[in-house]
């Protein structure tokens, strides 16, 4: 996958995990279910980008072109 991609994935993997981990707070298993899995795939993401990193890359999102 493209690094930026999986960048931009890293930021918005909480995002989208959050709003299920508030709508499943009366279900406690549930909810920590969505929280593990949110984490798990939280962390894939990010060891995906660290042998870029460890090659002197420096993965990135550009928001705005000037």
Same mark, same amino acid.
Request: aromatic share 6%; proline share 9%; hydrophobic share 55%.
């Given at each position: 996958?493209? +690094?930026?991609? #999986? #960048?931009l /994935? /890293?930021?918005?993997? +909480? *995002? $989208?995990?959050? +709003?299920?981990? $508030? @709508? ?8 920590e /279910? /969505? #929280?593990?899995? #949110?984490?798990? $795939?939280?962390? @894939?993401?990010? @060891?995906? *980008?660290? +042998? %870029?990193? *460890? ?5 990135? $999102?550009?928001? %705005?072109?000037?």
């Amino acid at each position: 996958m493209n +690094p930026s991609y #999986t #960048t931009l /994935a /890293a930021v918005l993997i +909480p *995002l $989208i995990g959050a +709003p299920f981990i $508030i @709508l499943l707070n009366k279900r406690p298993n549930y909810r920590e /279910a /969505a #929280t593990l899995v #949110t984490g798990v $795939i939280l962390f @894939l993401a990010v @060891l995906s *980008l660290v +042998p %870029i990193v *460890l090659d002197g890359g420096r993965p990135g $999102i550009e928001l %705005i072109k000037i």
